[in-house]
């Protein structure tokens, strides 16, 4: 082999390198995109349901049962801490199995 094909080489290996981490960036991006878009249908969901009832709801369940939330809760762990009827509940959203 020659030095050209040497370099060849170290120049495709340093190509791949970078794909592969740009695809992991790619993939943690969209993960964290998704769970925004639960956190958020949740929120938008409490919102409503103040503007509706005049207080937000206690847990996630009432929202489900009366507000026809739905997200796929295999995959995502939800935390919903109510401290007041008129206060925005935090929330919070997490892909199982996310480091």
Not at 27 to 35: I, K, L, R, V
């Amino acid at each position: 082999m020659t030095r050209r094909d040497y370099f060849k080489i170290a120049v495709i290996a340093l190509v791949l390198v970078l794909a592969v981490m740009l695809v992991g960036r790619i993939s943690n991006s969209h993960q964290a995109a998704e769970s925004e878009i639960v956190r958020q249908s949740i929120k938008d969901a409490a919102i409503n349901c103040y503007a509706v009832e005049g207080a937000y709801p206690d847990d996630l369940e009432y929202l489900r049962e009366n507000y026809m939330l739905a997200y796929n809760e295999d995959r995502y762990f939800v935390t919903y801490e109510s401290f007041s009827s008129n206060h925005i509940p935090d929330i919070y959203v997490t892909e199982r199995g996310a480091h």
